[in-house]
């Protein structure tokens, strides 16, 4: 059953894209905002792994940026080949900050494994603009040759404007499917490793990921203003039940300051 969802979500990302940039190519899309502002912040950011790591609080920095042809968003940036009031088609590139340093394993057996790096990713996306939010469906794939995995994901994005519009807040909502490639590389343990650090093998596949997410502006003044997110994702079967797991969860929070150029 698995197996054809996941082909037909995989099929359906593709599909929707490729019907965009034939069908769209000659439309009329939105005219370039000059004027688009520059959001430069600094948060603190706190990550709760499923890993048997401890917690990590680091320092990140974020660009926020759209003017109708490129865009900024805090670890995507990329071009848009067609943006209407309706329809939203983006290509660019995406950090993916998931990686295990063995180093931080709490026990010695899985101080033993060798580390997962984080990776860029190459991505496309299109979203659907409807009087209840935004649908985004989403493609992307390993270019760093880390997990050389893809990743689809299908999400609702809304925008809610408070307090005489200063503050702004975005719930998000979605599924992710994770390739067997990425799960393997992010959660699988090899035979060779597991002869070094006595860790059972452990193969791992395919599986779904959902999520939920909010972000929230609030400005202090025209130009500064404060930033916070929040995202939870609950891992699939084949990842919680990797030995280097001992959550079925994972959540991030940053928070921070910002400015508008």
């Known amino acids: 059953m698995y197996a054809h969802i996941e082909k037909f979500m995989y099929r359906f990302t593709l599909a929707v894209l490729l019907d965009l940039f034939i069908h769209q190519v000659h439309a009329q899309t939105l005219a370039v905002e000059k004027d688009a502002p520059l959001t430069v912040g600094a948060l603190a950011s706190i990550h709760q792994s499923a890993y048997h790591v401890d917690d990590k609080i ?70 659907y603009i409807s009087a209840i939010g935004g649908i985004e469906t989403k493609l992307a794939t390993d270019i760093l040759g880390r997990s050389n995995g893809q990743t689809v994901s299908l999400a609702h994005r809304s925008k809610f404007e408070l307090l005489d519009n200063k503050l702004t807040v975005y719930p998000k909502a979605g599924i992710t499917w994770h390739s067997k490639k990425y799960n393997d590389y992010y959660y699988g343990i090899s035979d060779k490793e597991s002869l070094q650090s006595g860790v059972h093998s452990y193969d791992a596949k395919a599986g779904f990921s959902p999520f939920v997410a909010v972000s929230g502006k609030y400005m202090f003044t025209d130009k500064i203003g404060s930033f916070a997110n929040v995202r939870h994702d609950w891992l699939s079967s084949s990842q919680k039940n990797s030995p280097m797991t001992d959550g079925k969860t994972e959540t991030s929070f940053n928070v921070g300051l910002t400015y508008d150029f």
């Open 58 to 127: 680091t320092a990140v920095p974020l660009l926020l940026y759209d003017n109708n042809r490129f865009y900024l968003e805090g670890t995507d940036a990329g071009f848009y080949p067609y943006k209407d009031n309706k329809h939203w088609v983006r290509a660019g590139i995406s950090y993916d900050r998931q990686h295990y340093n063995s180093k931080d394993a709490k026990t010695a057996a899985l101080q033993s494994l060798n580390k997962r790096q984080s990776s860029v990713n190459a991505q496309v996306s299109y979203m």
